[in-house]
T-cell receptor
């Protein structure tokens, strides 16, 4: 069964802290994505990666960076957390680059105080 | 660019049929997909329409009309467990973009 896991379900951090959100998929997918979800705004793409060591900016990359050292792992980094980064963060993966079917993790609800 | 419009919320009763609409504006169009997300859960893929017409998967069907830039998700024989948010999505370059989501409430 396809599985995407995220390191934490809930996280509370202070303003200015460096935050790491980890995502692991066990499906040997090459394509991985990070989204944030906010009420009334749907899912917005932060960064994505089509291969190890590769990354592409999504629609809202400011304040974030990513790391993809291994195929199964895609990390989202908040260099200096701010209160406007309080959100639900969702990781996803897909088999093909142009696939309409993505597999999502359970999400990490991050609160920055 | 591309944008997708959905109603923010829909309410229906158990056993009924409900239609969730999605209109899109695109600079290139390759298909429309639908996702379901229960409160606190992960979005899960429901369906994909590349061509005009109706795709049926059990109680759920999805329809696409490319000439009208319009699609919908049809849920039949509604059950309480269908209460969730539903998102339409399409491709823009190398990425999926999502509508804002429709929150469906199913009442007894």
């Amino acid at each position: 069964d396809v599985k995407v896991t995220q390191s934490s379900r809930y996280l509370v951090k202070r303003t200015g802290e460096k935050v790491f959100l980890e995502c692991v998929q066990d499906m040997d997918h090459e394509n991985m994505f990070w989204y944030r979800q906010d009420p009334g705004l749907g899912l917005r793409l932060i960064y994505f990666s089509y291969d190890v060591k590769m990354k592409e900016k999504g629609d809202i990359p400011e304040g974030y960076s990513v790391s993809r050292e291994k195929k199964e792992r895609f990390s989202l980094i908040l260099e200096s957390a701010s209160t406007n980064q309080t959100s639900m963060y969702l990781c996803a993966s897909s088999i093909h680059r142009d696939s309409y079917e993505q597999y999502f993790g359970p999400g990490t609800r991050l609160t920055v105080t | 660019g591309q944008s997708l419009e959905q109603p923010s919320e829909v309410t229906a009763v158990e056993g009924a049929i409900v239609q969730i609409n999605c209109t899109y504006q695109t600079s290139g169009f390759y298909g429309l997909s639908w996702y379901q997300q229960h409160d606190g859960g992960a979005p899960t893929f429901l369906s994909y329409n590349a061509l005009d017409g109706l795709e049926e998967t059990g109680r759920f069907s999805s329809f696409l009309s490319r000439s009208d830039s319009y699609g919908y998700l049809l849920l039949q024989e509604l059950q309480m467990k269908d209460s969730a948010s539903y998102f339409c999505a399409t491709r823009q370059g190398g990425k999926l973009i999502f509508g804002q989501g429709t929150e469906l409430s199913v009442k007894p």
